[in-house]
């Protein structure tokens, strides 16, 4: 009918939202770049509250104890009892209490709903034996106070609430260092001037100005200026890199040296900084399956434990003597429930999902969320792209055969190529910068496109080029054709180099293997995996890198948009794929494998196509991604194993089936103890992920 249709605005704003998320009994997270330092005070302050109202309640609790256990005799005993343990309920247990209502209110029920109706039971029946005992003597019954239990209870429970929030706090570190790194001032070049401004009010296209020992505010590309910039806190490398005009820096790293001016190009939300943070927190916030067939598991838990209490009750009420039975019935009511509270299986999964893309997020490894961690440890196979992946993705030079003396020929090429744009001619150039050979620009210089370059150095007429460049110059090179061979065996550029029209020798130029990239495929393959090249390059080149590399399997000539192909092959033999690229040219390829890991500097394209994202450019980070996801993952598993067990064999102790044999009937205090064990192995377990060696 008309009537019941509601009105749905187009628009609805983000406070209405939260006002909807607050009522349903959730709380809101803002999760905009400028909240993000207030939501790390939060964490502080949300531990900083549990461990005070758990201070305040041992306060209360220790003397509810010694009277209980001591002072039987205490005059007013009973009331001063009640009036410290509502003192409890207050300052401790109001929290179970409101989560407990917020769940009846969406007619479903929690682990705050055991422990409420729990201690409330232990506190209702208390408080009327202490209000009007009479009441129980009119039935035949001795009243029995359990103040301690209920006190108890509250208190150990608010240890494990306590230790979960110490946790939560915890795995934000590495974030928050990151975002300590931000200066909150930059010097920026505005009019004309130099001025000192907040870095929140950076604008994209604004030059900034870094001196020795500051932090680079925002990202963006040196155009004045060199030195050399510490990376660690967003790489994980060690050592500083050098940079120089047109390189890029970014925000949060240190300037260790020179001067330089920059053009900030991110600012705010989209800086590499920011996208960490976003990336870390939604994998923390997101769930695993593991994690959802828990909460599936809790669902049906609950209602069962409180049926199994429920008729705990009513048989031990129907059973027992009649002087004992209300009392013993509600003991064995109170201990199904508080020993059967499945607290420690909510924390679980989401503490060590927080514990492991916390310290993931310190060594360099971004995981996208916890379904993409769970599925790495499945993986059986790992495709690794060649060019920028195994390899160092530049060419470098490997040979310098000559009949001359290698450095001087070195010196005549290099010198020659100063002029020259082509990678091949800058692989020369460096080459010679590492012999330390010091170079002159040439007197004349002609870039022959296609061919190489002519050039006069030294008043000496230099050719520079590939085979069909000499040919046509009619120059022989049949002195070097067995070493032109084996170079191209090897998969190797041969560059030949002539003085005066006479060739005087060639220089072999690769792409070569990063230094610890056979180490971490020889790891990946002692981990059971098999590993997988796939690259553009032809069958000599792949064969040379893949034995170099360790690698028996790979696939040559592969077109970019062929890699997606031969991922779903691999898919199609009833493998679990990670496809390792640079999450650009791969980007369809990381899409479609089981995961996507994007090895490199964290470009945006690799965040946002990839399931994982290195920022170390090492195959290492490889090894220590999927090493971390299998800890992480057996992690929870145990986690749940400690949440089960005590719950498993603590209930038919706690319903009292062993006290017709053997006499042992459960103290509610002991119930709620092996309740926050539970609770406090979880945690414990979660956070030894902190000393995980990657």
């Known amino acids: 009918s008309k009537a019941s249709i509601k009105y749905i605005p187009e628009k609805i704003s983000s406070a209405e939202i939260k006002d909807i998320i607050t009522k349903a009994g959730y709380t809101p997270k803002d999760l905009t770049f400028a909240s993000q330092a207030n939501a790390f005070e939060k964490e502080q302050l949300a531990y900083n509250i549990q461990k005070t109202k758990f201070?305040?309640?041992?306060?209360?609790?220790?003397?509810?104890?010694?009277?209980?256990?001591?002072?039987?005799?205490?005059?007013?005993?009973?009331?001063?009892?009640?009036?410290?343990?509502?003192?409890?309920?207050?300052?401790?247990?109001?929290?179970?209490?409101?989560?407990?209502?917020?769940?009846?209110?969406?007619?479903?029920?929690?682990?705050?709903?055991?422990?409420?109706?729990?201690?409330?039971?232990?506190?209702?029946?208390?408080?009327?034996?202490?209000?009007?005992p009479d009441l129980f003597s009119s039935i035949g019954h001795q009243p029995v106070v359990y103040y301690d239990a209920s006190a108890v209870i509250i208190t150990l429970i608010l240890i494990g609430r306590m230790l979960e929030a110490k946790a939560k706090g915890k795995t934000s570190e590495a974030i928050k260092k990151l975002l300590g790194l931000q200066p909150k001032t930059s010097r920026v070049i505005r009019n004309g001037e130099e001025q000192d401004i907040p870095t929140e009010e950076l604008k994209v296209g604004?030059?900034?100005?870094?001196?020795p020992g500051e932090k680079i505010p925002v990202d963006g590309e040196i155009i004045e200026g060199t030195s050399s910039i510490d990376e660690s806190v967003i790489t994980g490398e060690s050592l500083p890199k050098d940079k120089k005009t047109g390189d890029k820096v970014i925000g949060a790293t240190i300037n260790k040296t020179g001067s330089f001016k920059y053009k900030a190009e991110k600012v705010?939300?989209?800086?590499?900084?920011?996208?960490?943070?976003?990336?870390?927190?939604?994998?923390?916030?997101?769930?695993?399956?593991?994690?959802?067939?828990?909460?599936?598991?809790?669902?049906?838990?609950?209602?069962?434990?409180?049926?199994?209490?429920?008729?705990?009750?009513?048989?031990?009420?129907?059973?027992?003597?009649?002087?004992?039975?209300?009392?013993?019935?509600?003991?064995?009511?109170?201990?199904?429930?508080?020993?059967?509270?499945?607290?420690?299986?909510?924390?679980?999964?989401?503490?060590?999902?927080?514990?492991?893309?916390?310290?993931?997020?310190?060594?360099?490894?971004?995981?996208?969320?916890?379904e993409s961690l769970e599925t790495a440890h499945k993986i059986n196979t790992v495709v690794l792209d060649k060019t920028g992946t195994i390899t160092k993705g530049e060419p470098e030079v490997t040979d310098v055969i000559t009949n001359l003396d290698p450095m001087d020929l070195l010196y005549l090429a290099a010198s020659a190529e100063k002029s020259s744009e082509h990678s091949l001619g800058a692989a020369i150039v460096r080459k010679a910068q590492q012999k330390n050979i010091e170079l002159i620009y040439p007197n004349e210089f002609t870039a022959v496109s296609g061919y190489g370059i002519e050039a006069v150095v030294d008043d000496l007429k230099i050719l520079i080029g590939?085979?069909?460049?000499?040919?046509?110059?009619?120059?022989n090179i049949n002195s070097f054709t067995k070493q032109t061979d084996i170079l191209y065996k090897q998969g190797k550029t041969a560059v030949f180099v002539s003085i005066n029209n006479k060739i005087e020798g060639i220089i072999g130029i690769a792409d070569t293997i990063k230094p610890d990239s056979a180490q971490a495929i020889k790891e990946l393959k002692n981990m059971g995996l098999e590993v997988i090249m796939l690259t553009g390059d032809n069958k000599n080149t792949a064969e040379t890198i893949a034995k170099q590399a360790g690698i028996r399997r790979f696939v040559s000539d592969v077109l970019p948009q062929d890699k997606v192909k031969i991922v779903k092959q691999i898919q199609n033999e009833g493998k679990i794929v990670a496809m390792v690229g640079d999450g650009i040219n791969d980007a369809p390829a990381l899409a479609q494998a089981n995961v996507g890991i994007a090895i490199g500097s964290g470009a945006d394209i690799a965040i946002e196509s990839s399931d994982i994202t290195l920022m170390r450019s090492s195959l290492l980070?490889?090894?220590?991604?999927?090493?971390?996801?299998?800890?992480?993952?057996?992690?929870?598993?145990?986690?749940?194993?400690?949440?089960?067990?005590?719950?498993?064999?603590?209930?038919?102790?706690?319903?009292?089936?062993?006290?017709?044999?053997?006499?042992?009937?459960?103290?509610?205090?002991?119930?709620?103890?092996?309740?926050?064990?539970?609770?406090?192995?979880?945690?414990?377990?979660?956070?030894?992920?902190?000393?995980?060696?990657?």
């Open 206 to 211: 604004d030059i900034i100005i870094v001196r």
């Open 55 to 132: 201070t305040i309640t041992l306060i209360f609790t220790i003397p509810i104890v010694i009277i209980s256990m001591f002072m039987p005799e205490l005059a007013y005993r009973n009331w001063i009892l009640l009036i410290l343990t509502a003192s409890v309920f207050i300052v401790g247990g109001r929290q179970f209490y409101t989560g407990a209502y917020k769940a009846f209110k969406n007619r479903s029920a929690n682990m705050n709903t055991l422990i409420a109706i729990g201690t409330g039971a232990a506190f209702i029946y208390s408080f009327a034996a202490t209000v009007i």
């Open 268 to 370: 705010g939300k989209d800086t590499v900084l920011y996208q960490i943070i976003k990336l870390v927190q939604e994998a923390q916030g997101s769930k695993v399956p593991i994690q959802r067939l828990a909460d599936n598991i809790s669902s049906y838990f609950v209602p069962t434990v409180m049926i199994i209490a429920v008729l705990t009750f009513i048989l031990w009420f129907d059973l027992a003597p009649n002087n004992i039975r209300l009392s013993y019935a509600l003991i064995n009511f109170v201990s199904v429930l508080i020993i059967a509270c499945p607290c420690a299986l909510g924390l679980a999964t989401p503490t060590a999902i927080m514990v492991g893309t916390g310290k993931g997020a310190e060594n360099g490894i971004l995981i996208k969320s916890g």
């Open 621 to 694: 980070s490889v090894v220590s991604a999927i090493k971390l996801s299998k800890k992480t993952i057996s992690n929870i598993k145990q986690n749940l194993f400690f949440a089960f067990i005590y719950n498993t064999l603590g209930i038919p102790i706690a319903a009292g089936l062993f006290y017709p044999v053997f006499g042992i009937l459960l103290n509610p205090v002991f119930a709620a103890f092996a309740m926050a064990l539970s609770s406090v192995s979880v945690v414990t377990n979660s956070l030894r992920l902190r000393g995980t060696k990657l």
């Open 466 to 475: 590939n085979q069909r460049m000499f040919e046509d110059r009619s120059i």
